[in-house]
């Protein structure tokens, strides 16, 4: 059965709460309420799950926003494999980001807990194999400039352009004065208080449980699903045909697609982003970004850093003949001669590969409803 929080001073009152929604020419007012179930629900990666919910409510919550007009669902929707549908996304002031949002899926943390048991997730991000930089440690960002979960997600709350908020301990005492915070807290951490700490691992334990690992492909690999003739053919053309898993691995072991390293695939002769470099300082990493899983591929467009290829169908026909030539060009992707590889894919290849990318596709995931959106309008 769902449940209203309740206020403070009527055990019957609903919470009211007003937030700002960000249009993209003006904010419009409205009201919504909190809908949660009496008993909250279990999250796989997390042994409390009242802090995992609690990180669910802050996650979609716009009061983290300096103005209230936007929270991290803004940038990270579940429709979208928790990706945005825009090159570059808009942060509280209407402001562009930099860089195109990352969908979040498939994170592992080693985050300490203060009274939850917080677990790590199974699947690990890219890791950098130079263990001079940041241990070897997973890396999070599009540069890498960010190891640990716990820390990246407060990262967008507190950029400039992104949520705005400049004190921490302003937001905490901002959230404490709001009704059903009091409540979360108290059931979360058995105490009222709210502090940065908490924050961020509340969210990470709510962001850790978001994992895709029910797609076609999976279910293919514990003999629960067939592919297609095209999904099939699609699969031998990126396995071993293009070679297209010498970066976006296939674990045959859990089906995982995921990111290897950071790599420099010749978007571009000169980047004006230098990606890894503003991180390490090395030329040498000059072009270089993560490369990023291919789980919910199909959901996430548009791709790359910056968000410049709008389909699939585009960003194999920069495999197929549109590598630049880059002193960083990643030597997977230079033919024998030292030239940038031209793959010229055939059509009816390309229309295969989509097939098979598509089988990695986790339905389940972006319509789970322990991660949607907690806050329903009148």
Request: hydrophobic share 35%; aromatic share 8%; charged share 20%.
């Amino acid at each position: 059965m769902k449940i209203r929080l309740l206020t403070l001073l009527s055990a019957a009152a609903l919470v009211i709460l007003c937030y700002a929604c960000a249009t993209d020419d003006s904010q419009l007012k409205t009201t919504a309420y909190l809908d949660l179930p009496e008993t909250p629900y279990t999250y796989k990666a997390s042994t409390n799950n009242h802090i995992a919910t609690l990180g669910r409510v802050l996650f979609y919550d716009r009061q983290l926003s300096v103005n209230n007009s936007m929270s991290c669902n803004t940038c990270h929707k579940q429709s979208l494999a928790f990706a945005d549908n825009a090159a570059f996304s808009k942060g509280f002031e209407n402001v562009l980001t930099s860089r195109n949002a990352m969908p979040i899926q498939n994170l592992q943390s080693n985050i300490f807990t203060i009274g939850g048991g917080i677990m790590e997730g199974d699947i690990s991000l890219p890791k950098i194999n130079d263990n001079s930089f940041i241990g070897g440690q997973s890396v999070l960002f599009w540069d890498g400039r960010e190891n640990n979960l716990r820390s990246m997600v407060l990262k967008p709350v507190v950029n400039h352009v992104e949520m705005g908020i400049r004190d921490m301990n302003k937001l905490s005492q901002k959230l404490s004065d709001i009704p059903y915070y009091k409540d979360l807290f108290q059931k979360a951490y058995g105490s009222e208080e709210v502090t940065t700490e908490k924050i961020a691992e509340a969210l990470t334990s709510f962001l850790i449980n978001i994992t895709a690992t029910d797609t076609k492909l999976d279910r293919l690999i514990k003999g629960k699903d067939r592919l297609s003739a095209l999904e099939l053919q699609g699969q031998n053309l990126f396995q071993s045909v293009y070679d297209c898993n010498a970066c976006h691995q296939v674990q045959s072991t859990h089906g995982y697609v995921f990111a290897g390293t950071f790599s420099n695939i010749g978007l571009d002769a000169q980047y004006a982003d230098p990606g890894l470099e503003n991180v390490t300082r090395r030329a040498a990493d000059a072009g270089k970004f993560r490369i990023p899983s291919l789980r919910n591929v199909a959901l996430t467009a548009p791709y790359m850093h910056d968000g410049r290829f709008a389909t699939l169908d585009e960003v194999i026909n920069h495999y197929s003949h549109g590598i630049e030539d880059h002193p960083n060009l990643d030597p997977r992707l230079r033919q024998q001669n030292g030239q940038p590889m031209q793959m010229n894919i055939p059509d009816q290849d390309k229309k295969a590969i989509i097939a098979f990318l598509h089988t990695l596709t986790d339905h389940e995931m972006i319509n789970d409803v322990r991660f949607s959106n907690p806050f329903k309008a009148h």
